[in-house]
């Protein structure tokens, strides 16, 4: 098992959230309040077993272990990204329930059953080659654009894991929302729920998620746009009350 310490270049971020911890480092990909967004949208039912594709530091996979989540396997390909989940698991006294699997996860078979999880969850990297700005940064180049897996890498991996009418909820840009829920739709994966995220009210949508489901019938739920802050610059009613609550 990973020690509970941190090593050269990393510091211990507070999520705000439940008294929770995560390490980082300035030189990786750090959690954005996308994170938190998905953590919160995503459909949780207590006790269940999740899975979060490419997972970090394990921002995701915390906030769903604050909401009730029975037990969270993250799946992270970088080696050193992977080292730090696992100490945050155990910084936080999770380590039972947040377990890390360092791996591609475009090669599950044989490391994780298929088809037995609840819930599968994703913050994917939102842009193809070529799109945007790629940071000088490799480690941050991967987080950001599709480098080592892409869209269909991520939906494929949800419906080799997702068991039949369990969850895949994910975050994207919604420049890329047709090519998201159509490949969502083409996997046997329905979208069933969608929320787009604005920045201000009069601002265009900064990402949407979305929640699917293995086997559902077609019939997709838009629910009111999520206003991130309000006309001063603070964060929202609704942003606020995350934390407050503690994202249950």
Aim: aromatic letters at 6%.
């Amino acid at each position: 098992m990973e020690e509970r310490k941190l090593h050269a270049g990393e510091r211990l971020d507070d999520l705000l959230i439940g008294g929770l911890k995560i390490i980082q480092h300035e030189q990786e990909f750090c959690f954005t309040l996308d994170a938190v967004l998905l953590a919160h949208f995503a459909f949780v039912k207590t006790k269940a077993m999740a899975v979060d594709l490419g997972c970090g530091t394990g921002a995701v996979s915390l906030l769903l272990l604050a909401r009730g989540v029975e037990h969270v396997s993250g799946v992270e390909i970088s080696p050193a990204v992977a080292s730090m989940a696992r100490r945050s698991a155990v910084w936080n006294g999770l380590a039972d329930r947040f377990s890390v699997l360092q791996a591609d996860f475009r090669n599950l078979k044989g490391l994780l059953p298929g088809g037995e999880y609840e819930l599968v969850i994703s913050n994917p990297p939102y842009r193809p080659p070529g799109h945007g700005r790629i940071s000088p940064n490799d480690r941050i180049a991967r987080a950001r654009h599709e480098i080592t897996a892409n869209l269909s890498d991520v939906v494929a991996a949800a419906r080799y894991l997702v068991r039949y009418r369990g969850r895949f909820a994910m975050v994207h840009l919604p420049e890329r929302m047709a090519e998201v829920i159509a490949a969502l739709h083409a996997a046997g994966l329905e979208p069933k729920r969608l929320r787009m995220v604005h920045s201000a009210a009069d601002k265009k949508p900064t990402a949407f998620l979305v929640e699917s489901v293995r086997g559902a019938k077609p019939g997709l739920d838009v629910l009111p746009p999520l206003l991130v802050y309000n006309s001063d610059g603070t964060y929202s009613e609704e942003i606020q009350s995350y934390y407050r609550q503690g994202l249950t």
